[in-house]
C-alpha cells in the first residue's frame, strides 16, 4: 500500500519540478523564432541611425557620440567589446557574424549587435532597469552621505566615515579610484560620477558613488536582504508542494485504509473463509467496488453451500435405489420361477427410471440454483393458458386414480409470465398433488391486488403447518420411509421455490378446503 503513496508523489513532484523547470526553457525553445523576428523589426532601424552618427568619426569618437544619446534611452546604451558580453559560445559567434542578438536578463531585453566590422558590439536596452530604478530610490541619501563628505576637508574625511559607520547598519569604505577592489567592468561609471549598484539579481547590493571631482569613492554594503526575503520565493513553492501534499494525503490516507480492509478481506476469502466480506466506509471511494466483491462473495457462498447440500443429498438418494439395484440382480441369479423373474426385472426397471429422474431432476434444480436464467415474459391469458398445461399433462402421463379440473377465474386475466419456466413450475404442483391426493386436484388462476395466482389444492392428508417451510427445501419429504412407489425425488418443490423467485413472487402452502393441501404461486403483475 506504501507503493500507492510513492507513486502518487512522485508523480506529483515529477509533474512540478518539471513545470517549474520548464519555465526557463520552454518559452525560449517554442518563441525564441517569432520573438528573434519581432525583435529585428523593431531594433535594426534603430542601430542603424546610431551608426549612421558614428560615420566619419574615429572609432575614439563614439563614446562622445554615445555619451550624447545616452540621456535619451533611459534603460541603457553603451559600447562593449565581445569579452565584456555575457552570452553563450553560440550567441557570441552569431554577433561576430553580425546579427543582432537579445539577452534576457532579469525584466530587461538586452541587444547586441557588431558596430560595423570593429571589434566594439553596441548594446540597448528595453524593459525595467533594477538597477536604475533602484539609483531613484537611493539618490536622495547618496547625495546627502555625498554633501556630508564634500563640507569636510579630505583630511579629515576618514572622521565622516566614522560617523557615518555609527549610524548606518552596513559596511562603509573609501577606495581611491585605481584601487582594484572597485568593480573594474563599471569604472567608467563610476569615474563619471554616476550611482553604480552590483548584487541586485543576488539581493546583496553593494553601491558605489565618486565624491565630487575627488579620487576618493565611497562604497557602502555589500548589504543583504534578510533570508526570510530572499528565499521567500523557495519558501512558497515549498509550502505549495507541502499542502498539496497534505490534500492529497489527506484524500489518500482512507482509500489506503479501505485498501488494506481489502486487500485482507480479499486475501481471507481466497483462502478459503467463505463469511469474508469487505467492510469499508458507507462514503467510501471504494464503496461500490466492495458492494460487488460482497455480492459476487454471497453468490459464491450460496453456490457452494448448494453444490455441497445437492452432491451430499443426491448421494443419499442414490443410495436406496442402487441398493435395490443390486439386490435384485443377486435374485435373478438364483432359479427363479418366470412370474417372479418378471416381477423383479420390472422392479428393476422402476429403480432405473427413479435413477434417471433423479439425475434429471438434480441437474434442473442445479441449474435453476446456479445462474438466474433470462426470462421471456410474455402476455397470456391465464384460463386459456391453464387449461393448455393441464391438458398437456394429462395427455403426457394420464392417470385413472386422479381427477384432474380447472376451476376458472371470474374474470378473464391477462398477465406476464415466462411460459417454459412457469409451466413447469405449474406441472411440478401437479404432479406432486397427483401424488397425495385422495382422488380430485383442482386447479385454479386469479389476479388482484397487483398480483397474478396460481392454486393447486387436493383432498388429500395436507401439510402439517411447521412443515410447510421446509417442504420446499431440496430432497425434503414429510415421510423419510414413504412409499417409493408414490414417486417423486424432493426436488420438485423446490424448482417451484425457485421459479417463483426469478418472477419476483414467491410460494407458500395453506390449507385447503377440500381437506389436503392448497399450493399458491404469486407474483407481481402491472
Given at each position: ?7 502518487l508523489?512522485?508523480v506529483?513532484?515529477?509533474t ?6 520548464s519555465?526557463n526553457?520552454l ?6 523564432g517569432t ?11 534603430a ?6 552618427r558614428?560615420?566619419g568619426?574615429?572609432e575614439s569618437?563614439?563614446?562622445?557620440v554615445?555619451?550624447e544619446?545616452?540621456p ?5 546604451l553603451g ?11 553560440k550567441q ?11 539577452l534576457e536578463v ?12 570593429s571589434?566594439?558590439?553596441?548594446m540597448m ?17 547618496v547625495?546627502?552621505i555625498?554633501s ?9 574625511w576618514?572622521?565622516v566615515?566614522a560617523e ?7 559596511p562603509?569604505a573609501?577606495?581611491t579610484?585605481?584601487?582594484?577592489a572597485?568593480?573594474?567592468?563599471r569604472?567608467?561609471?563610476?569615474e ?10 543576488e ?13 576618493q ?5 555589500p548589504f543583504?536582504?534578510?533570508t526570510?526575503?530572499?528565499y ?6 515549498f509550502?505549495?508542494?507541502l499542502?498539496?501534499a497534505?490534500a ?5 490516507r ?12 480479499v486475501r ?5 473463509d ?5 467492510l469499508v466506509?458507507?462514503r467510501s ?5 466492495a458492494?460487488t466483491?460482497?455480492?459476487?462473495a ?5 453456490l457452494?453451500?448448494?453444490h455441497?447440500e445437492?452432491t ?8 436406496t435405489?442402487i441398493?435395490r439395484l ?6 435373478l441369479e ?11 426385472i420390472g422392479?428393476?426397471?422402476r429403480d ?5 429422474e433423479l439425475v ?7 441449474r435453476l ?10 402476455p397470456?391469458?391465464l ?10 399433462l ?9 381427477r ?5 377465474g371470474s374474470?378473464?386475466a ?5 411460459s ?12 406432486n398433488?397427483?401424488?397425495h ?9 386469479d389476479?388482484?391486488d397487483?398480483?397474478?395466482r396460481?392454486?393447486?389444492e387436493?383432498?388429500g ?7 410447510r417451510?421446509?417442504?420446499f427445501?431440496p430432497f425434503a ?22 421459479i417463483?423467485?426469478?418472477?419476483d413472487g414467491?410460494v407458500w ?9 392448497r399450493?399458491?404461486i404469486?407474483?407481481p403483475?402491472t
Open positions: 500500500m506504501a507503493r500507492l503513496y510513492l507513486t508523489y512522485g506529483l513532484f515529477i512540478i519540478g518539471f513545470f517549474f523547470a519555465l526553457w518559452p525560449e525553445l517554442v518563441l525564441h520573438i528573434q523576428r519581432y525583435y529585428e523589426r523593431a531594433m535594426l532601424g542601430y542603424d541611425l546610431v551608426e549612421a558614428f560615420t568619426k574615429p569618437g563614439w563614446e562622445q554615445i555619451s544619446l545616452e535619451h534611452f533611459r534603460y541603457g559600447l562593449y567589446n565581445l569579452e565584456q558580453i555575457d552570452a553563450s559560445g557570441k559567434s552569431r554577433v561576430q557574424a553580425g546579427e543582432l542578438i537579445f532579469g525584466e530587461q531585453t538586452r541587444f547586441y549587435r557588431r558596430v560595423f566590422d571589434d566594439r558590439y553596441l536596452v528595453l524593459g525595467a532597469n533594477p538597477e536604475q530604478e533602484e539609483r531613484d530610490q537611493v539618490e536622495g541619501i547625495y546627502l555625498e556630508k563628505f564634500l563640507a569636510r576637508k579630505p583630511s579629515d576618514s572622521s566615515l557615518l559607520d555609527r549610524v548606518f547598519d552596513m562603509l573609501l577606495f579610484i585605481g584601487d582594484p572597485l568593480p573594474q567592468e569604472l567608467n561609471d563610476i563619471a560620477g554616476k550611482i553604480v549598484i552590483l548584487g541586485l539579481e539581493m546583496n547590493e553593494t553601491y558605489y558613488k565618486r565624491l565630487g571631482d575627488s579620487d569613492v565611497f562604497r557602502a554594503g543583504p536582504v534578510p526570510l526575503i530572499r521567500f520565493n523557495p519558501i512558497l513553492f509550502t505549495l508542494a499542502l498539496v497534505l492529497v494525503y489527506v484524500w489518500v482512507p482509500v489506503w485504509r479501505d485498501l488494506t480492509r481489502i486487500d485482507r478481506g481471507n476469502f481466497g483462502s478459503g467463505m463469511d469474508a466480506r469487505l466506509r458507507r471511494a471504494l464503496k461500490t467496488l458492494d466483491f460482497n455480492a459476487m454471497d453468490r459464491m457462498q450460496r457452494v453451500h448448494s455441497r445437492l451430499g443429498a443426491v448421494s443419499h438418494e442414490l443410495r435405489p441398493a443390486r439386490f435384485r440382480l443377486d435374485m438364483e432359479p427363479l420361477h418366470e412370474g417372479d423373474r418378471e416381477r423383479h422392479a428393476m426397471r432405473i427410471q427413479e435413477l434417471e434429471s431432476e438434480s441437474l434442473s434444480y442445479s440454483d446456479r445462474e438466474r436464467p433470462d426470462l421471456v415474459l410474455e397470456v391469458e384460463n386459456e393458458w391453464l387449461q393448455a398445461l393441464l391438458i398437456d394429462e395427455e403426457l402421463q394420464p392417470t385413472q386414480e386422479i384432474c379440473e380447472l376451476v376458472p374474470i378473464d391477462t398477465v406476464e409470465l415466462d417454459r419456466l412457469m409451466g413447469r413450475a405449474v406441472k411440478n404442483l401437479l404432479r398433488g397427483r401424488r391426493a385422495a382422488s380430485r386436484v383442482v386447479l385454479s388462476g389476479r388482484r397487483g398480483e397474478a396460481i392454486m393447486v387436493d383432498d392428508s395436507g401439510v402439517p403447518e411447521q412443515e417451510e421446509r417442504i427445501e419429504r414429510l415421510d423419510a420411509a414413504r412409499d417409493r412407489e408414490s414417486g417423486g425425488v424432493g426436488l420438485g418443490l423446490a424448482i417451484v421455490n425457485q417463483a423467485r426469478w418472477h414467491r402452502i395453506e390449507a385447503s378446503s377440500m381437506g389436503g393441501a399450493f399458491v404469486a407474483w403483475v
